[in-house]
């Protein structure tokens, strides 16, 4: 789904009841809370904590709290190549262009996320 002020519209054209969950890894923050149904939640990735009117459940983590984290990561990794959980690559890259991806997501113009490559 494209990211941005038309995200929650989108969701609701395609589930009209709203979803029951989803992880904003977009950080869109606000404006992803409209696409979940009232009792769903959403997981945020950096701290958001919600619009106070408890209509959803905001769960915010911290992504470099998991850094360490290896029993969880890999479940992530499991739920992924079972496809239970669909992640998003806008590309692959060698870690040395680490930076230039970085400045693309800054830029807002990219679907999904880069896998970077070590070694």
């Not at 494209?2 to 589930?15: L, M, Q």
């Not at 992880?23 to 919600?50: E, H, M, N, Q, S």
């Not at 060698?94 to 070694?119: D, Q």
């Amino acid at each position: 789904m494209p990211r941005g002020d038309d995200f929650a519209a989108t969701v609701r054209r395609h589930h009209p009841e709203g979803v029951d969950g989803l992880v904003d890894a977009a950080v869109l923050d606000a404006a992803a809370l409209p696409a979940v149904k009232d009792g769903g939640t959403v997981v945020t990735v950096r701290g958001y904590r919600g619009d106070g009117t408890g209509r959803v459940r905001v769960a915010p983590i911290f992504v470099r709290g998991y850094v360490e984290a290896a029993a969880e990561l890999d479940r992530l990794a499991e739920l992924a190549g079972a496809g239970r959980l669909t992640v998003r690559v806008a590309g692959e890259l060698p870690a040395s262009r680490a930076a230039g991806a970085h400045h693309s997501l800054e830029r807002h113009g990219v679907r999904g996320r880069f896998v970077l490559r070590f070694g």
